[in-house]
Nanobody, 122 residues
Framework: QAQLVEAGGGLVQAGESLTLSCAGSGRTFSGYAMGWFRQAPGKERDFVAAISWRAGIRRYADSVKGRFTISRDNAKNTVYLQLNSLKAEDTAIYYC???????????????WGQGTQVTVSS
């Protein structure tokens, strides 16, 4: 059974950085686009970032452009999200996602991880 397992969440101060990782297992995600969504308390899940299989295409939500960077290591079946210049409004549960379509991974991905909490104190 396909699984996405996130790691790296935690509590940080505003302005600091954090790196999230997500490892896929149970099936190969070869050829799959991967990405991240987040859900803040009382809000819907929102798209954050996505990356194509060969990392040639990256997509970001406007709210994180210039601060977050998505990358991947296909040999390790892992995707990363570097979060810089964190703000209190970045506080959320961050979910790793995957889909065989880049368009779908930004809107309605098939596979979801269980989420990791990021809390930014101001």
């Amino acid at each position: 059974q396909a699984q996405l397992v996130e790691a790296g969440g935690g509590l940080v101060q505003a302005g600091e950085s954090l790196t999230l990782s997500c490892a896929g297992s149970g099936r190969t995600f070869s050829g799959y686009a991967m990405g991240w969504f987040r859900q803040a308390p009382g809000k819907e899940r929102d798209f954050v970032a996505a990356i194509s299989w060969r990392a040639g295409i990256r997509r970001y939500a406007d709210s994180v452009k210039g601060r977050f960077t998505i990358s991947r290591d296909n040999a390790k079946n892992t995707v990363y999200l570097q979060l810089n210049s964190l703000k209190a409004e970045d506080t959320a549960i961050y979910y790793c996602v995957a889909d065989d379509s880049l368009a779908e991974v930004t809107s309605n991905p098939t596979y979801w991880g269980q989420g990791t909490q990021v809390t930014v104190s101001s």
